[in-house]
């Protein structure tokens, strides 16, 4: 497994799922807003976005047609990696989750299990996980593993005991810490996670939700991981300021790494860091 790198992949997950768009009106949820936030996040170091889909009153929704042309337009205006989710929102169908995939993204997410989820359930059975990795292998989407829990590291060695290893050879893992009712965003839980690791796993990020985005994203860094950052997960930049634009979030990211001598890493490195394929 490795331990440390020398660049640092930014990952920017700019809307989410949870957020209301008439509680935070800067959070992007327009095909323009999501264009324009990727432009500006990659110019600020990112070489990944993490997208959730709004429909047009801004709810959350797993439209074949809307996550297409999402996919398509930041194809078209940047060279970030396009990693769609599969998580989507806690009440979307299992079925209709799986359906991301024929969008045709570089990447999707794969949760390793259920979890708590504030006061709701995200739901993450064995077959579903299961089906989403194997359909993900055969259409060749290289996916990220999140994991939420200590439990879902276990759960990801039985993922890779049963199929083998994902398209492009990596496995790429991103711990997503302190959700309500889940892991707690500490440093001795990130730290606790990545020494259970499996040995396949090639490379590892972290993100903290909320008031625990800093301390995760200084404990990642420090270890050798790389970074998650975004309004999906944080709205708030410093006590008393909220996020106007995710490329604050990923440019402070860029800072930090840059300081801990962990530059951004380019969209080229990245791709090769997670095995995935060169764009046609
Ligand atoms: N919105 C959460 C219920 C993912 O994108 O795969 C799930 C989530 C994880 O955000
Ligand atoms: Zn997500």
């Known amino acids: 497994m490795a331990t440390a790198a020398s660049a640092t992949l930014i990952t920017v997950a700019p809307t989410g799922a949870e957020h209301a768009k008439a509680d935070v009106p800067q959070l992007p949820t327009t095909l323009d807003e999501l264009v324009e936030t990727a432009r500006t996040c990659e110019t600020a170091g990112a070489a990944l976005i993490h997208l959730h889909i ?28 396009v990693q769609l989710s599969t998580g989507g929102s806690v009440h979307d169908p299992l079925d209709q989750r799986l359906t991301v995939l024929d969008a045709e993204p570089d990447s999707c997410s794969l949760t390793c299990g259920t979890t708590n989820f504030g006061d709701d359930v995200f739901l993450n059975p064995w077959g579903f996980m299961s089906d989403l990795y194997v359909r993900a292998q055969e259409r060749e989407v290289v996916p990220e593993f999140e994991l939420f829990e200590l439990g879902h590291v276990h759960a990801l ?5 049963t199929h083998g290893l994902p398209f492009g050879g990596k496995v790429h893992v991103d711990f997503v810490l302190g959700v309500p009712g889940a ?34 994203l200084a404990a990642a860094l420090s270890a050798g991981g ?4 975004g309004m999906e997960d944080n709205v708030v930049f410093a006590r008393g300021q909220q996020v106007q634009h995710n490329s604050e979030l990923v440019a402070r990211a860029a800072v930090l790494a840059t300081t801990m001598q962990r530059p951004p890493m380019s969209t080229a490195q990245a791709r090769e860091l997670l095995g995935i394929k060169p764009r046609p």
């Open 54 to 81: 709004r429909d047009d009153e801004h709810r959350p929704t797993l439209d074949g047609g809307h996550l297409r042309a999402a996919v398509e337009a930041i194809r078209s205006e940047t060279d970030l990696i």
């Open 157 to 161: 060695r039985r993922l890779l005991d």
């Open 183 to 216: 892991m707690p965003g500490t440093a001795a839980a990130l730290m606790t996670g990545v020494a259970m690791l499996p040995d396949e796993v090639t490379s590892w990020s972290a993100t903290g939700i909320g008031r625990t985005h800093l301390p995760v």
């Open 226 to 229: 790389h970074l998650r950052v």
